[in-house]
């Protein structure tokens, strides 16, 4: 068998395996137009799929590329849109066992590093969903919410890839094709099992994300309600001293004790007396 | 093969046409009442189609109008019901190739054409939702929330006609029927492909707004919970101030050290000393 | 073909009919309590449906009433359930077309004529929806929300028989009788289309509704925001003053420049001083 | 006909049904551990039928019991599992009617009884949301969320049962069997027409609950509003007064008109006139 | 028959059994590798089925494992990877009656007990949502939010693994194999109706937390409108007074009744009515 590797969908070698193996014109146009659908298309002695591999770049961001394959009968062409280094690790590894498989094998071998290569973007949400969490329970800062917000988005792309691998994967696992020899049938349910598992950590990692949001939110009205505490109390503890303190400050004559030698001390104790009850309320009704 | 390109549904050669090829008086009606659904009905010895083609018009409003085919064996007739200037212009186009083309190729090149003209359309949401993602974070205000609105607006009624139009490009696909030839199976699927990505695109896009929604929200809480603490900071300041000063401020005989020629230092450092306590506690449970 | 258009469904003429052409007993039973579900219900020898016209009442509510058909082999009985001005309307001018009609033929007219009935309400709670939002934006109060909650109120009973009447539709289009010819299918498929878009204008209806909803609560925020706002300036135009004169108002004896003529000025230009730094800083901070 | 109205579960009187006519042990066991789901089954020669009738009880609580039912050939067996005041009622009154009836029509008038028992439960929670409407908008409290929680815990258990019930009704109305003779298919029909229009019932109530939630949050953020704008209306009379009286409160020598016998009224008037323009302002900004 | 019980998925005896009963490799590796979903997989000659049992920990933290099957003719291979204790127990009391049952029969009991081990979880989830709601009405507090977002995740997950084991069941109950003999079919539809009841159970845990959640913060928007209320009680109280006594603290010289000995009481007299006569204006709007 042969396997053609093209890593540049613009290479010109397409165009002649186009014209060699009858592929159809809408088939290399997909090839060469990236953002397609992940999908598999029956062409005329031959399967045309398209997957879709992710990985989170340097930048901390996901990035989704295509990757296209055209199982015949005797050969294998590959075509790589745009750099995913997990996958193509893996792809490099299998160069060296084509000798001895048959297309459909390496078909399934690919298909198979493909999906794998999802496991670190998965774990990478793992780890950056639990910052996310600690975060908002210890420091909640607006930034969060745009954290939270990237992440979302990165996910909500996730999930559609990943649903629509998983209609690739069941349709592979059902497909009536001469191509795919029947022993590779638990293998592609296995590969469906796996992308299955994926869309359902997607999905659960977006309700932890709405949780987190939720947490967010009620620690901010959470801390606004202390502010609020803060300020009466400091409220508290100041107006019966403002307004005893007042009172004596009045420029009339018959202040009561006015002339006593322990003006001062009566009105201190009264102040204090008024704050330290107030205070008292306020424990009362579980304030503090 | 004969293409009649009717630019005015009201046109009395529509009539012409509806006798000479029996088209079903129903079809006819729907072509003269604008707001159908995209829809594809068989009449007797043809197709009909009602396209749904969406511009964003120079009020920078998303607007729908309706696009009608009768395709028959040996004619296409197609109805335009509004002017949408990116569909029009990719259909004048098609008039160079009409002798070359059968009647169901130039019917698959139209409805392409229409599905293209989306495309601009999604791009204008995309740019219209980044710009109200910085918006939110950097300074939210009221009319963001009416923009927002807005652009919910215009998804939701988006949303509606692509799902009826991937309904359209679905039926296509599987239509049994001889006017249309089977090479173009493969381009009709790509079509689809076509519609169900702007599908995915939508909803992504009106996930996206429901987030930036919740920025907003959040935002406000977070606003209000700063200028809770500024007046709260403002009331730690001067509140200690206030009571010191008052009490020196009434006119009681014995008020402590008021004969020293230092009490106003005595005062004023115990102003200090208590605000300077305060923010320092206010520190520690890290309001700044 | 005999027409019967009973206008009060306790009439005893329902028993005779009943008996003449042998309905069912639970079909006679179900015209004579209201609030049935629309429904399409084979008997033997006749269809009987039951339809849900709505229309608006003069206190501005959505009233809903029962309308029942038989349709049998040269018969129509139809029997109305409480009033629905606009549907009676239509109803009455059928009546000069009766004998040249067959009974499935004004079996679909009627029916059409209660679908064309759901317009008029579809478009009194699209103006009710626009005033609304008008309201929520400019002077939001808590009766809006009362407002809000009787439109959804509304539009969920809406929606609930319009799906119903939906399913009747589309039951009609596919009912494999004798009783309806088939030259009516692509007229009742155009009932159905009509009934879909109802539904699909109603869900667009919840969705804006929700949305003026967040926008009136966000609105509501935002005016807390306001007032936070105003109350945090005041205290900041008042507080310096407050602790200035305050500080002067203390009765020792060592207060800086006391004996100076010129105290009072240098007091009043440190109040004004430090109130422009605070509203300065505040301004800074996007305050205003 | 033999009818077996057994009103213990724990009867021994079933064990000597079971062997009789040969029931499966594990009907026998679902028949005596509460809580299982609304079910139809097939045993051998019999249905097995479990309902699940519910009403309100008096501690104004959703109780839900369970009652199962075995349809023989010539026999009909019913075992009650707790108490149901309004369908015991029913049940008891048909058993006037055994002799006359077949088994399979004392089968239906008994799910039919079953059935109409849910009326006066979906009544009460009707008059229950109306209760909590009037008290959302008049004087919402703390309780009247534990209230609304309460109703939606009943409400949601009430749609689950509710749902499988449609699914039993759904399922004797499609059942093939010699055991329900055709001429009660109408009636079966009926029943699930009832039940399918108390699970939408439930359904409105939920959505009406939700909304009510949503008046309480939005009146409760009002409310703090409301509050808000008093603090803040209290603090626009005080602040001039008390700036200007501290003002007047300094023991500087140079303050202006101090000399004078009209600086009260000066003051008194300064005082006035700032609040005055205040509450112009706030006024203008329609704060009240 | 055979009972291989594994307790160790990595013992070397179960590379024996795949070699002497044909069983396919990846099965062999799915037994390895856990967090496999629960699935149900034809084997050559064999069934494979992976059951997820769940248990509350020490740690008071949901644990998942995985629990292997191979159903042969005349043999069946259990492999436990992860402990579940009330899963074992269970087990274990199987053993006593391997002899006397056939393959299917024991299948079918394991598969029963593992189904038995949710409901200890459910309760214990039961358990903690009622006291959360307790906790919630009574006094909630930040840390509330953390344990209802715990115990949402738990459900999460819970419901994942409960939606997949339902699959499972109703997967069983349909099966065409020879391996599992016709009198089992109502028990496999009794395990059936016991997952159902579960994931229905679930699901009104899930709505429960919701509603918790949204008690918690309509309490924590109540707390501080309270808290503002009593801010705003304390200005009422307060600022007439200071008014009043900084209008007699001024140095002016023609203060009314300045001179009379009955001033202060007049003061005092107009600082008590004014603020009566406030706190009478909120008693009418509904404050205390």
């Not at 592929?23 to 799929?49: M, S, T, W």
Request: proline share 4%.
């Amino acid at each position: 068998m042969i396997w053609h590797d093209l890593r540049d969908s613009h290479d010109s070698e397409l165009d002649a395996l186009a014209e060699r193996y009858h592929l159809h014109p809408l088939h290399i146009e997909d090839c060469r137009h990236r953002n397609q659908r992940a999908k598999v298309e029956d062409g005329e002695g031959y399967l045309f799929v398209v997957l879709k591999p992710a990985h989170i770049n340097r930048a901390g961001e996901l990035e989704i590329t295509d990757f296209d394959l055209f199982l015949g009968r005797d050969y294998l062409i590959t075509v790589q849109e745009g750099e995913c280094p997990s996958l193509r690790t893996n792809i490099d590894k299998l160069h060296a066992s084509v000798d001895r498989s048959r297309p459909d094998q390496l078909f399934y071998k690919i298909i198979d590093a493909a999906v794998d290569a999802y496991a670190p973007v998965l774990d990478w949400y793992n780890e950056a969903i639990d910052e996310i969490e600690d975060k908002v329970l210890e420091k909640p800062a607006p930034d969060t919410v745009q954290r939270i917000f990237d992440l979302k988005r990165g996910l909500i792309e996730l999930r559609r890839i990943l649903t629509n691998m998983r209609d690739v994967a069941s349709h592979l696992q059902r497909e009536e094709t001469d191509l795919i020899q029947r022993d590779l049938v638990p293998f592609l349910r296995d590969v469906y099992d796996h992308v299955a598992r994926a869309v359902e950590t997607v999905e659960m990692h977006r309700d932890l994300l709405a949780g987190a949001m939720d947490i967010y939110l009620s620690s901010v009205s959470n801390r606004t309600n202390q502010v609020m505490k803060v300020l009466t109390v400091l409220g508290t503890i100041a107006l019966p001293s403002i307004v005893i303190s007042g009172f004596y400050g009045m420029n009339t004559k018959d202040l009561p004790w006015i002339e006593s030698p322990h003006a001062t001390i009566v009105a201190a104790s009264l102040m204090v007396i008024t704050t330290a009850g107030l205070l008292a309320v306020l424990k009362k009704f579980d304030w503090f």
